[in-house]
């Protein structure tokens, strides 16, 4: 039996980024590494801000298919991406150690006021598609004007140099990974008790075919089971609201103690109110539900 192993990932430079990276942790093992690059529907379509797209999992179907059809054996997604149901014949596999959860607000140099909160100008024109980063932005500063931006991390970054936008708001993991050169913008770290992040942002996750036990084998070497214990909390509150990505939602769990530590924002719109809830338990049972129960009060 051939012990090459296929990874499907996306084309853009972060993806590469995240599929290099479970490629050299395989080659660790000895396994020998493929890489082949899948089109997405979310790739192929930058008009549109991503609510305004059909269907969930628009960066993730293709490859997902390309799974099913024996074309490939891994799939590497930002684990923030993927439905919280997993698509009949896949599986995740493992998943990785967590990069920053947190959020990286950039501001453009000429937008900069130290005298207000997160340091960028009143009436600023705040750039993201994300309708959980809408409702704690606005949340915070309801000064702003928001104004989707789609395209990958350093598109999205150019547009902000160009002065389309005064800020922008990224995952912090994401340009981590790209070590992009930020020194002429102000970057400021939101933390994650004041910006609740997405479930299981930071998190990469490694899906196969589960009837493939030679893959699930292979990767279950790479699992980080506490990192696992985490999102199944934050994605379990996720699946619960019966929300995708499109939800203004942000769940972010920590363990410290043996006691868990869940940090919640919740708004029915983005442009509706948000609730900051936290929850503290010493036990994982049934805890996203009582989080959903009290969150639909």
Same mark, same amino acid.
């Given at each position: 039996?051939? *012990?090459?192993?296929?990874? =499907? ?9 995240? !599929? ?13 590494? &493929? ?22 999992? #628009?960066?993730?179907? &293709? ?6 059809? *024996? ?21 995740? !596999? /493992? ?24 340091? #960028? ?41 160009? =002065? &389309? ?5 990224? /995952?912090? /993991? ?64 996720? *699946? ?9 939602? =942000? ?17 029915? /719109? ?28």
């Amino acid at each position: 039996m051939s *012990n090459l192993i296929r990874i =499907g990932t996306r084309g853009s430079e972060l993806a590469l980024w995240q !599929a290099n990276f479970v490629k050299s942790e395989l080659e660790k093992q000895g396994v020998e590494v &493929e890489l082949i690059i899948i089109k997405t529907q979310g790739d192929q379509i930058q008009h549109l801000s991503l609510d305004k797209l059909e269907g969930k999992g #628009f960066f993730t179907k &293709e490859i997902e298919h390309a799974l099913l059809q *024996n074309e490939v054996d891994i799939a590497v997604h930002s684990h923030k991406d993927l439905e919280t149901e997993q698509p009949l014949g896949l599986t995740i !596999a /493992a998943v990785s150690a967590r990069a920053a959860a947190s959020e990286l607000l950039l501001i453009h140099p000429n937008s900069i006021d130290k005298s207000k909160k997160w340091s #960028f100008k009143e009436g600023a024109v705040v750039g993201t598609s994300s309708s959980r980063r809408k409702s704690q932005v606005l949340h915070h500063r309801p000064d702003i004007t928001l104004k989707d931006i789609r395209g990958n991390v350093p598109t999205r970054v150019n547009k902000l140099r160009q =002065g &389309e936008f005064d800020a922008i708001l990224l /995952a912090k /993991a994401g340009v981590d990974r790209l070590a992009l050169d930020l020194s002429d913008l102000l970057a400021i770290e939101l933390s994650t008790t004041e910006f609740v992040p997405a479930p299981a942002q930071g998190v990469l996750a490694l899906q196969c075919r589960s009837n493939d036990q030679r893959v699930i084998d292979i990767l279950s070497q790479l699992n980080h089971t506490e990192v696992q214990r985490l999102i199944s909390i934050e994605r379990g509150v996720l *699946n619960k609201m019966k929300g995708g990505c499109h939800l203004p939602l =942000g769940v972010f769990a920590e363990e410290r103690n043996q006691e868990f530590t869940v940090r919640v924002s919740y708004a029915k /719109a983005w442009d509706m109110p948000v609730r900051y809830i936290t929850f503290k338990s010493d036990h994982i049972e049934k805890l996203a539900d009582q989080i959903v129960d009290s969150l639909m009060k």
